[in-house]
């Protein structure tokens, strides 16, 4: 089972850049499609995008265009490049499988704070 812990989250003004990390333990990361996900105060929590083994990315549209996933599979570490921040942006930003079986593990997150 992939254990995550995320990393990089900070305050940010609108229309700056943040990177998250996203370490992993286990050896099935590599065999495994990734996605980021996040959960805004009083909002469910909601899908980023996804990246699967071969890396090939997919984003919610309320990112696309914004934000950057990536995979280094020598580090069993998946990566979240944001452009262009918005306020609406804040949230908790967690990462874990694709498919996330009832009971998986999920980190802490990492808070991203958007203001000005």
């Known amino acids: 089972q992939v254990q995550p812990v995320e990393s990089g989250g900070g305050l940010v003004q609108p229309g700056g850049s943040l990177r998250l990390s996203c370490a992993t333990s286990g050896s099935s990361f590599r065999f495994k499609a990734m996605a980021w996900y996040r959960q805004a105060p009083g909002k469910q929590r909601e899908l980023v995008g996804t990246?699967?083994?071969?890396?090939?990315?997919n984003y919610a549209g309320s990112v696309k265009g914004r934000f950057t996933i990536s995979r280094d599979s020598t580090r069993n570490t998946v990566y979240l490049q944001m452009n262009s921040l918005k306020p609406e942006d804040t949230a908790v930003y967690y990462c874990?499988?694709?498919?996330?079986?009832?009971?998986?593990?999920w980190g802490q997150g990492t808070q991203v704070t958007v203001s000005s």
């Open positions: 874990n499988t694709a498919v996330v079986p009832v009971g998986a593990y």
């Open positions: 990246i699967s083994i071969g890396g090939n990315t």
